[in-house]
Structures are given as structure tokens and as C-alpha cells.
């Protein structure tokens, strides 16, 4: 089977998505380390290939924040946030649109949503929801979905959580999804580098037979750390030396990491 490539389509959205790349289990030291993984710009368009004008953007109050694109068989998946109305930041959709070429896409479904209330309110065990990363998990032989979702809409207490695809296989990255828990959250375990608006974001990559993610938080600025488990499943643990990762001095949110292709197709790690 064609291995899973990871897209850089760096006219969709906007603030624009942080980019890292590692690969090994230390993390990335630009001063001593070489950059494994080399993006060429192969095209550069004048225009959003998704804005309020696009039909089935109608609804969406206040436009697109954070996710990633996945290639499968020749189709884009696109995971995004869409801020659909008011309150803002409360009532949010998490979103999957696609395309055959990057450049025309259509919206397929919600995946998640809230309902712009509070908890007390709702029902639901969150306010708001962001950044959703899809993973394949070659142990279950199904979709991981990571996101970030937060006790208050203004962006406190975030968690990751994890839903898996119902439908089994590859094919099944358009869900739907089922909410299996949380997996990393603010606790004991907390570092000193991180802050009220806890874990908010997340990306697993495996090196061999181990996962690692870089996580992030924001206390004095938004930095980044590394976690580590066995399984994508979990648990999850934070990684006791090296974080807040030297990646950036000055700001960085929800990076995501792209693997070598070569190491895909001989089964080391998936991109």
C-alpha cells in the first residue's frame, strides 16, 4: 500500500501552520543537526484556494484556524477549525473538506462541534475545539484523531483528546469519529514551562518502535515539549529532560512533523 503523505499547502489557512521536523529521538538542534526533510515550492497562488466567498464556507463566521492535510490515493484530506459564529472562540466546528488537487475542495462534513454555551450549560466536557491532527494507528488499523479542546472558550485549561475512525483502514480517514478520552491534560505531571491555557496542541510521530509528540502550552510565550509512550494509544508521559524543545526562541504553536519519505516505505516510521 502507498504510504501516507503528509501535504504542505501553505495557501489555505490563516495564522499560518508552524512546520518542524525531526528524526530522532532528540530533539532537533538546528546548529548541529541537519535538516532531514527539504520543502520545494512547486507552486504559488495569487488567491485563497478557501475564503468566505467559497459556497460551502457560508456559516462560517469567522474563518479557519490551525489543522493539516493529509494525501491519500491521490485525494487531500484538509482537518480544520472553522470559528462558525458567536460567542467566538465558543462555537467552533471541527471540519473535514478535500480535494483531488489541492486547489479546488469541498466540504465534506462536521466532525465535532460545540454549541457556543458554557459547560454548566452544555453538557459537554469542553467549550472549544482545535487543531485536529489525524494519525494512522497501524495497531488497530484506524484513524487516530488528536485535538485540542478546552475547559473555557477564551483558551483555558486545554486537553488533548483522541477519537478513533469508526470505519477501519485507510480508507476510513473521513470518520466518522468515536471520542475515546483524554490523553494528555494539565496535572501533576505539569512542567514549569507551561501555562493556564495547558496542553494546547499536539502531533505523534514514531521513531522505531517508541511515539513521541510535541505538545505545546503557553505560560510566558507558546513553547513546545516533547512526550513519549509506548503505543499511540498511550499513555502519554512528558519527556523529564529537554523541554521546553530549542526549537524556537520566540514563538511556536502546534508544529507538525514531517518524516522522510524514504523511512515510510521501509516501514521504520509512518510520515
Not at 538546528?30 to 507552486?43: C, D, L
Not at 473555557?152 to 478520552?181: F, L
Not at 508521559?237 to 526562541?249: D, L
Request: charged share 20%.
Amino acid at each position: 500500500m502507498k504510504p501516507v503523505r503528509w501535504v504542505a499547502v501553505l495557501c489555505l489557512l490563516w495564522p499560518a501552520i508552524a512546520g518542524a521536523a525531526a528524526s530522532a529521538v532528540e530533539p532537533y538542534n538546528p546548529a548541529s543537526t541537519p535538516m532531514p526533510v527539504r520543502f520545494e515550492s512547486h507552486e504559488v497562488l495569487t488567491k485563497p484556494v478557501i475564503d468566505a466567498d467559497h459556497p460551502d464556507a457560508r456559516g462560517n463566521k469567522y474563518g479557519f484556524e490551525g489543522g493539516t492535510v493529509v494525501k491519500i490515493d491521490g485525494t487531500y484530506h484538509l482537518f480544520v477549525a472553522e470559528m462558525m459564529g458567536d460567542p467566538r472562540w465558543f462555537k467552533m466546528r471541527l471540519a473535514l473538506w478535500t480535494s483531488p488537487d489541492a486547489k479546488q475542495w469541498k466540504r465534506v462534513s462536521t466532525l465535532m462541534q460545540t454549541n457556543g454555551k458554557r459547560r454548566a450549560e452544555s453538557g459537554l466536557p469542553y467549550e472549544s475545539l482545535w487543531a485536529a491532527m489525524p494519525i494512522y494507528n497501524d495497531g488497530d488499523q484506524r484513524w487516530d484523531l488528536f485535538y485540542v479542546a478546552y475547559d473555557r472558550g477564551e483558551g483555558g485549561g486545554g486537553r488533548i483528546r483522541r477519537a478513533t475512525s469508526i470505519v477501519a483502514g485507510r480508507g476510513g480517514i473521513g470518520g466518522p469519529y468515536q471520542d475515546v478520552g483524554i490523553i494528555l491534560q494539565p496535572d501533576a505531571q505539569s512542567q514549569p514551562w507551561e501555562g493556564g491555557q495547558g496542553t494546547d496542541s499536539f502531533f505523534p510521530y514514531r521513531v522505531k518502535d517508541c511515539w513521541y509528540a510535541f505538545y505545546g502550552s503557553h505560560k510566558v510565550r507558546w513553547e513546545v515539549g516533547l512526550a513519549q509512550s509506548p503505543a499511540l494509544a498511550g499513555p502519554w508521559k512528558r519527556c523529564a529532560q529537554g523541554n521546553p524543545v530549542p526549537i524556537e526562541k520566540v514563538f511556536i504553536e502546534n508544529p507538525i512533523v514531517t518524516l522522510p519519505v524514504p523511512l515510510a516505505a521501509e516501514g521504520d516510521s509512518p510520515p
